[in-house]
T-cell receptor, first 114, second 111 residues
Framework: DVKVTQSSRYLVKRTGEKVFLECVQDMDHENMFWYRQDPGLGLRLIYFSYDVKMKEKGDIPEGYSVSREKKERFSLILESASTNQTSMYLC?????????????FGPGTRLTVL | RKEVEQDPGPFNVPEGATVAFNCTYS??????FFWYRQDCRKEPKLLMSVYSSGNEDGRFTAQLNRASQYISLLIRDSKLSDSATYLC????????????FGTGTRLQVTL
C-alpha cells in the first residue's frame, strides 16, 4: 500500500519565520509534488521533482523553495512566511513512465501564518 | 479563463438519485483525463480515468468529448458514502506526470 506522510497535520507560524514542510513516500516513486489548496482556487502546483536533486517550478513557486536530497523525501521551504501563505499544503508522489501514473497524496499540512 | 472549470455546487441529492457533473478544459492539447475524489478534510484520491470511448466502473460512468473539451461523471443510485468533492483533472501532452486540477464539485447525498 502506497504511503505518503507529511511531517505535521497542523502548523502555526509567525510572519517572517522560516518554515519547513517535509514529505516522505515509501514506494520508491521518482516523482514528487507540492501543492497548496485554497477554497475556490483548488489545488495549485508549487514545485515538483522528477529525481533526486532535481526540481522544477510549478504554477506558483514565488515565496517557496524545495529540496530533494533523497529519493523518498521532498521538502518545501518557506524562507520568510507571510500571511498569504496560510493554506493547506499537500504532497504527492507518482512513479515514472511514458503514460500517466496515479498521484498518491499525503494527508496534508494545514499551515497558519499569523 | 481557468484551465479546468467545474461547477462548485453543492449538489444536494437524495439517496438513490442519479447525478451528473461536468467539467470543461481549455487546453486542446490535453492528453489524459481523470476524476479524483476528495472527502472532507482528507487528501484527494483517484476515482477513475476517463477514456475517449467512455468508461464505467460500477455506478460511475465517465465520458469525454474532445471536440467540445468537456468531461462528465455520472453517478447512479447515489449512496450516502458518495458525499465528497469530485475533482476534474487533466494531464497535458508535456511533462509526464504534471496534472491540472479543477476546483471541484461538492456532492451531498441525503436520506
Amino acid at each position: 500500500d502506497v504511503k505518503v506522510t507529511q511531517s505535521s497535520r497542523y502548523l502555526v507560524k509567525r510572519t517572517g519565520e522560516k518554515v519547513f514542510l517535509e514529505c516522505v513516500q515509501d514506494m520508491d516513486h521518482e516523482n514528487m509534488f507540492w501543492y497548496r489548496q485554497d477554497p475556490g482556487l483548488g489545488l495549485r502546483l508549487i514545485y515538483f521533482s522528477y529525481d533526486v536533486k532535481m526540481k522544477e517550478k510549478g504554477d506558483i513557486p514565488e515565496g517557496y523553495s524545495v529540496s530533494r536530497e533523497k529519493k523518498e523525501r521532498f521538502s518545501l521551504i518557506l524562507e520568510s512566511a507571510s500571511t498569504n501563505q496560510t493554506s493547506m499544503y499537500l504532497c504527492a508522489s507518482s512513479s515514472s513512465g511514458r503514460n500517466y501514473n496515479e498521484q498518491f497524496f499525503g494527508p496534508g499540512t494545514r499551515l497558519t501564518v499569523l | 479563463r481557468k484551465e479546468v472549470e467545474q461547477d462548485p455546487g453543492p449538489f444536494n441529492v437524495p439517496e438513490g438519485a442519479t447525478v451528473a457533473f461536468n467539467c470543461t478544459y481549455s487546453n486542446s492539447a490535453s492528453q489524459s483525463f481523470f476524476w479524483y475524489r476528495q472527502d472532507c478534510r482528507k487528501e484527494p484520491k483517484l476515482l477513475m480515468s476517463v477514456y475517449s470511448s467512455g468508461n464505467e466502473d460500477g455506478r460511475f460512468t465517465a465520458q469525454l468529448n474532445r471536440a467540445s473539451q468537456y468531461i462528465s461523471l455520472l453517478i447512479r443510485d447515489s449512496k450516502l458514502s458518495d458525499s465528497a468533492t469530485y475533482l476534474c483533472v487533466v494531464k497535458d501532452g508535456g511533462t509526464a506526470s504534471k496534472l491540472t486540477f479543477g476546483t471541484g464539485t461538492r456532492l451531498q447525498v441525503t436520506l
